[in-house]
């Protein structure tokens, strides 16, 4: 298995074998959802529902934790 933190930017989600994708419960009927996996020692995954064996991003837990925060506080509203 590729380990996470060789990675320079991400990798194929079909190198993640194992893991657990998780979405949001507030995702749309047509499956159009980002999904987050949590890696061995910690990093975690990000794909699109729509392309699974597409590329998935990996982060550290402080990357997730400050987007998630940022989230919270509504620093992304514009987006959507």
Avoid at 41 to 47: L, P, Q, Y
Avoid at 65 to 70: D, F, Q, V
Wanted: proline content about 5%.
């Amino acid at each position: 298995m590729h380990h996470a933190r060789h990675a320079y930017n991400g990798m194929a989600a079909t190198e993640l074998r194992g893991v657990v994708w998780q979405k949001s419960r507030h995702s749309n009927s047509q499956g159009s959802c980002v999904e987050f996996a949590k890696l061995p020692g910690g990093n975690v995954a990000v794909r699109n529902s729509r392309h699974p064996d597409g590329p998935a991003l990996v982060y550290t837990p402080a990357e997730i934790e400050a987007l998630l925060l940022g989230v919270k506080d509504g620093e992304f509203d514009h987006l959507v």
